[in-house]
């Protein structure tokens, strides 16, 4: 199934990091529009989380990022339970 064709993309966008000076970080949508990405206080304190994001901006990867909060998603690419009556998906017997 496309991810495209799922109701729950809707609140989701894909975003490219283009800064990451501590504690901000700003990301590029596919529209060209430039979002600051809001970080949790726990997000901010651990020093793994920046290494991460500094990887993710130099390998220059599209991550999915909530339209309303901005915020970084762990599990945006993901679709929790698959379509099958709209006939992308077909079920096993």
Request: aromatic content about 10%; overall charge negative; glycine content about 4%.
């Amino acid at each position: 199934m496309l991810l495209d064709h799922d109701s729950k993309m809707i609140n989701i966008i894909a975003a490219q990091i283009t800064k990451v000076f501590y504690p901000f970080v700003v990301a590029k949508t596919e529209n060209g529009d430039y979002l600051h990405i809001n970080l949790s206080d726990k997000e901010r304190e651990d020093p793994l989380f920046w290494d991460e994001l500094r990887s993710i901006l130099n390998a220059k990867l599209w991550v999915p990022v909530g339209r309303k909060y901005h915020q970084l998603l762990d599990n945006g690419w993901l679709v929790s339970e698959p379509q099958t009556d709209d006939g992308w998906l077909v079920s096993e017997p």
